[in-house]
């Protein structure tokens, strides 16, 4: 548990020094972030992490909006965890459809050995399945995701490899663009995507891009 901790309070503390980015998250408390459609705990703050309590979830939401970006944070799963990264998204509805969710899940566990390849984590849910599964650590240990958006090219990099590398007009099919209007979605919010799970995370910063 130290060692968590003196990880999470280094890597926080370097965060800031990366060129053109801003913290998100002040460490502190969730002053900028509301949350939407929550259950039993929310999320909380503890130790400088946003933390999804197993018995907590909902969409946690910043309250800006965000079109072009960069967006780096480091995450951390329990046994089974199962979150998401959502961006573009309106506050209304499935985030993962009328916005995007970068899935965020131990895709490991035994719970989830029948997965689609679109459901690992590094994927874009439910359109653009993961190119490198195996880049995902194991529950219980830091893993690092950037995820890059500009215009209709999204990027996922998972712990440095390239898991997406999705140009969102490439998706032609009238059912899927049925089903995912956020793929047309020019800007929305950044959020936590939580399913009753403990995860957490930290050094959550973003870049915006021209």
Avoid at 87 to 100: C, H, L, S, V, W
Avoid at 130 to 142: D, E, F, N, Q
Wanted: with cysteine; glycine share 12%; hydrophobic share 40%.
């Amino acid at each position: 548990m130290l060692a968590g901790l003196v990880f999470v309070m280094a890597a926080f503390a370097a965060a800031p020094a990366e060129p053109g980015f801003v913290p998100l998250f002040n460490g502190k408390d969730l002053s900028g972030w509301k949350l939407v459609g929550g259950r039993g705990a929310g999320y909380v703050v503890e130790k400088g992490m946003i933390v999804c309590p197993a018995d907590g979830g909902g969409n946690l939401f910043t309250e800006k909006e965000y079109a072009d970006f960069i967006l780096r944070l480091d995450f951390r799963l329990s046994d089974g965890g199962n979150n998401g990264v959502g961006i573009r998204a309106p506050y209304e509805g499935d985030a993962a459809y009328q916005g995007m969710e970068i899935q965020v899940l131990d895709h490991y566990a035994a719970r989830y050995a029948k997965l689609e390849p679109w459901q690992l984590t590094g994927s874009i849910y439910n359109v653009f399945p993961s190119m490198a599964p195996k880049a995902l650590k194991k529950a219980g240990v830091w893993n690092t995701y950037e995820i890059t958006a500009q215009g209709r090219h999204i990027t996922v990099k998972l712990n440095g490899t390239v898991t997406a590398d999705a140009d969102l007009d490439s998706v032609t099919d009238p059912e899927v663009l049925k089903k995912h209007p956020g793929l047309k979605r020019a800007a929305g919010h950044i959020g936590f995507l939580g399913h009753g799970t403990k995860v957490e995370f930290c050094n959550v910063r973003l870049k915006p891009l021209p």
